[in-house]
């Protein structure tokens, strides 16, 4: 399933929205009396069979490639020139036009031939006059003559225009489409400013620190009619000449009069989502440079060079072919703001439309955030944060965060000997070979001394090994050179342990160290490292990270035995501790049989005693128990040879089984009823008491526990009251005896 765009609609703030670069200028002075104002000429539309409407769009709805509509386009030929009312003044010609549309919520504009001389201002007015845009001036004109705007507010709108005395010929502003928008775009939404899944996280929560520079490159795709939403990357050049390529996915419906928007996200600098975004940084066009099916990838170069205000970064690439250690992604779920996902695991090479194989990379599973309808067309960053590709879709999503597929940048490089059915014609003009190249930011560096954390390799998020071995590496972002830098980290936010780095790192130059082994205790949640220079970083936000882990140094070990049918390049799993879904290991896809025998795959895991979800996955949804294809099978044994799980008849595209273990032996789930504990009111409000029903109550260690695995609540008593700071969402809850883990239980806080 392709990350489609799911909604036609965006949520616009109306004292900030643009959906094109604008300046503030003053409305010329020129006064009209009452019988001019009403002498204004007034094209109006009919209104639209909404029952109609609304009915080809729930049957479309059953249809997750058909993207929802959000307005009904009409073609027209309008030209403010001759179907204006023209007004002679001292300094100024001013033309006005009004356009109705029956029982709109909405009115937003398209243009076929567009030209405003210089010095030209140019309004379109709600009939209120509270929804504006403008000015619009020569800044908006594009080669191709085309532009479009965003939706303004009501029924009518009020068209002005204003072009200095003597300029009047070089005015174009010919209409092509009105497009009557039937669905509220100003109240609350379903869609738009935190309608993405919970499991989403902020693209400003302290994990993403290391990655705010790359944040920059990020942009919101839309339609000349505001309809489609996706995301797309700002990608560097070898020239590294600042052309404002956008690479996107060639599945995500763009045209030439899309509007990209840079750095929508929550501008407050933390977790805690308050606010909407701003979606002022806009520009309006692009010209569609190379793309292909094969890939999914689309290469836009935008009508407008972003101006120095919006701040905005070069994301590097790699075209080598080299699988991702690390996986990153920032994109837009349901046209929400930034969102920020992350794999710890090398991906994997694989095909999302067979027979095309290893045309993309494979995320198994997230280990941060998720995507959603929206994201497609983000950028997959390696550890060396290079783009390696772009999503195409999968299906994870809160509910189910695996199997997500980016089309290889590898691959649309050099796909073609048609420069416009490839990438390196545009990205290595000259012709270099160069198959890598990092980011570039064109604005001047704002601190002489400023180290920036770029990767952290070898913290899993989850170890039964007593040691773990890290890799660091990191870049110098600031004017000055840097001779030393101190690496401080340890585990539970103490920072017990340094290394020192010494050498010369010049501005933009990247630096490794490997630490030494890192012992773990049982009691260790939480990695945490931080960088140090001499003279004082003057940045401190983009040298540290935090990334939990969980350990576990007295493992239960049970075999795994997987025998898939002749397709194994469809078949998945994954085994999820049952109280807090966390994955604990992963597996697959595998490869195509020669018969329907299939292939037999044999795993050591690591376990602790509880219980847990065995998942099955068929991307086919056909399973692996056809008598055709085959008859895979699954078994789990326990640490003394019993079986834990046999599967034999799986034929859909997801199953789950449950399993427990322990050190003694095993036993059904039903018999695990000692380990749970009854929560009391859950939901819960915020500022509300929680009570916990269970055997015992003393000793007890309870730790509220967030989705990015923050502990943000301690107590000992079963009765407690739930912080009101706390936002809405999903928790866990774990409690301690003074024997070990007694429980642990999902909290929803609304």
Not at 92 to 121: C, D, M, V
Not at 138 to 157: A, L
Not at 338 to 354: G, H, V
């Amino acid at each position: 399933m392709k990350k489609y765009l799911f909604l036609l609609l965006f949520l616009f703030q109306l004292a900030s929205v643009r959906s094109q670069v604008v300046v503030d200028l003053a409305v010329p002075s020129m006064k009209l009396s009452k019988a001019e104002k009403s002498a204004i000429p007034q094209i109006a539309f009919d209104g639209i069979d909404l029952k109609s409407v609304l009915f080809e769009d729930s049957l479309d709805a059953l249809d997750k490639r058909i993207p929802p509509r959000f307005g009904i386009v009409r073609e027209v030929e309008i030209d403010i020139i001759k179907d204006g009312s023209i007004n002679y003044g001292q300094s100024w010609t001013q033309y006005q036009l009004i356009l109705e549309s029956k029982e709109a919520k909405s009115i937003n504009l398209n243009f076929n031939n567009f030209h405003l001389p210089s010095g030209s201002r140019a309004y379109i007015k709600s009939q209120d006059s509270k929804d504006i845009i403008g000015a619009l001036g020569e800044h908006n004109n594009k080669v191709d003559g085309q532009f479009s705007t965003r939706p303004v507010t009501g029924s009518s709108i009020l068209i002005e225009v204003y072009v200095p005395k003597g300029s009047e010929k070089q005015l174009k502003f010919q209409i092509s489409q009105v497009v009557h928008g039937y669905k509220e775009l100003y109240s609350k939404s379903k869609r738009g400013f935190n309608s993405s899944g919970s499991c989403n996280v902020n693209v400003n929560c302290p994990e993403v620190d290391i990655w705010q520079d790359l944040k920059r490159s990020v942009v919101m795709i839309l339609l000349s009619d505001n309809s489609r939403r996706c995301s797309g990357t700002l990608i560097n050049n070898v020239r590294e000449d600042s052309t404002p390529y956008i690479l996107t996915a060639e599945h995500c419906p763009t045209d030439n009069n899309s509007i990209f928007v840079f750095g929508y996200e929550n501008s407050s600098p933390n977790c805690q989502i308050s606010a909407d975004g701003n979606l002022n940084k806009s520009i309006s066009g692009a010209f569609l440079r190379a793309s292909n099916a094969f890939s999914d990838f689309e290469l836009y170069e935008l009508s407008t060079k972003p101006p120095a205000s919006y701040n905005v970064y070069y994301a590097g690439w790699d075209a080598s072919g080299q699988a991702p250690v690390t996986s990153t992604t920032m994109h837009h779920p349901n046209g929400d703001i930034m969102k920020f996902s992350q794999d710890y695991d090398t991906a994997t090479s694989s095909a999302y439309s067979p027979p095309n194989n290893n045309t993309h990379w494979r995320i198994g599973s997230w280990n941060v955030g998720t995507t959603e309808g929206g994201s497609s067309g983000s950028a997959l960053f390696d550890q060396n944060k290079r783009i390696v590709g772009q999503l195409e879709g999968g299906s994870a999503n809160c509910a189910r965060d695996l199997d997500d597929y980016f089309g290889k940048l590898s691959l649309s490089y050099g796909y073609s000997s048609a420069v416009n059915e490839q990438l390196q014609a545009w990205l290595d003009p000259d012709t270099t070979n160069t198959l890598f190249i990092d980011g570039f930011d064109p604005h001047p560096k704002s601190n002489n001394h400023d180290v920036e954390l770029s990767y952290l390799g070898g913290v899993p998020g989850f170890t039964c090994d007593s040691a773990i071995q890290i890799d660091v590496k990191f870049m110098n972002v600031g004017n000055d050179s840097l001779t030393q830098v101190t690496i401080e980290y340890g585990t539970n936010y103490q920072y017990s342990n340094s290394i020192s780095w010494n050498g010369i790192i010049k501005t933009d130059e990247i630096a490794s160290q490997q630490l030494p082994l890192l012992p773990l205790t049982s009691n260790d949640t939480i990695f945490n490292l931080r960088l140090v220079i001499n003279p004082s970083d003057q940045d401190t936000l983009n040298n540290s990270i935090i990334k939990k882990i969980l350990t576990n140094l007295d493992p239960l070990y049970v075999h795994l035995r997987i025998n898939t049918d002749e397709y194994g390049d469809e078949t998945s799993w994954n085994i999820q501790d049952t109280g807090s879904s966390f994955i604990l290991h992963k597996g697959g896809p595998y490869v195509i049989a020669p018969d329907t025998s299939g292939y037999t795959y044999d795993y050591n895991l690591c376990l602790y005693e509880g219980c847990f979800n065995f998942n099955l996955y068929d991307t086919q949804g056909d399973g692996f128990t056809s008598n055709f294809w085959g008859r895979g099978y699954v078994l789990i044994t326990g640490p003394y040879g019993d079986t834990l799980l046999y599967e034999a008849n799986f034929t859909g595209s997801q199953k789950t089984i449950q399993f427990c273990v322990n050190d003694t032996s095993t036993y059904l789930v039903e018999n695990h009823i000692e380990k749970q504990v009854k929560l009391f009111p859950n939901p819960i409000r915020s500022g509300d008491r929680l009570s916990l029903d269970l055997q015992s109550k003393e000793d007890l260690d309870i730790q509220l526990i967030d989705i990015q695995g923050r502990v943000v609540l301690r107590e000992e008593s079963t009765q407690f009251i739930i912080p009101s700071s706390l936002r809405n969402g999903m928790y866990i809850l774990e409690i301690r005896d003074r024997d070990g883990l007694m429980a642990v239980e999902k909290l929803l806080i609304q």
